[in-house]
């Protein structure tokens, strides 16, 4: 028998941040955010979540803040989408 089992990504979750204004261009409504889920899969049924990989971006500047430079209210915003 032959298993099948390894780390898949999920569905990507968009995150309306127009409230926040962009740290790098100052530019307002210009933010949002991405969260991607890792599951662990066995046979392609997801088991339970290993990560999150949660990145902000900008559409004026094409800023990319990672997880390390969130501020409050970025952090604030993921939170609120659990
Ligand atoms: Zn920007």
């Given at each position: 028998m032959i298993l099948f089992f390894g780390i898949r990504p999920g569905k990507t979750t968009t995150i309306n941040m127009n409230h926040l204004i962009c740290?790098?261009?100052?530019?307002?409504?210009t933010l949002s955010g991405e969260s991607n889920p890792n599951y662990f899969h066995l046979f392609w049924i997801?088991?339970?979540?290993i990560s999150t990989t949660q990145v902000v971006s900008c559409e004026h500047c094409k800023r990319i803040y990672f997880k390390n430079e969130f501020t409050m209210e970025m952090k604030q915003a993921f939170e609120n989408y659990g």
């Open positions: 740290s790098h261009c100052n530019q307002p409504n997801p088991l339970y979540r």
